[in-house]
Nanobody, 122 residues
């Protein structure tokens, strides 16, 4: 089994920064893509940022230039540095990883965290 645990959410004023972390634990041989999604109240869950195992990144247009995704493969952890936060960034943020649990089997699992709430308000 593989578990993801997010941390770093909270209340922040508009224009402020916040850094999210998501650590994976359990049966892990390697991790391919890591990503952050968010879901605002009453809306669908959308991709915020994605980082491949080669380090290449993808961002939603709404966060380009403000958010930075990074990963630490030694710690099986992905980060999301969020700067210049806006009220419309308020949402539950979820991390997702594509994990290969075993060297023996060439299979991959898509694993989600339980989410961390980010509220941007004055």
């Amino acid at each position: 089994q593989v578990q993801l645990v997010e941390s770093g959410g909270g209340l922040v004023q508009p224009g402020g920064p916040l850094r999210l972390s998501c650590a994976a634990s359990g049966r892990i041989f390697s991790i391919n893509a890591m990503a952050w999604y968010r879901q605002a109240l009453g809306k669908e869950r959308d991709l915020v940022a994605r980082i491949a195992n080669d380090g290449s990144t993808t961002y939603a247009d709404s966060v380009k230039g403000r958010f930075t995704i990074s990963r630490d493969n030694a710690k099986n952890t992905v980060y999301l540095q969020m700067n210049n936060l806006k009220p419309e960034d308020t949402a539950a943020y979820y991390c997702k990883m594509v994990v290969r649990p075993s060297f023996v089997e060439y299979t991959f699992l898509e694993v989600w965290g339980r989410g961390t709430l980010v509220t941007v308000s004055s």
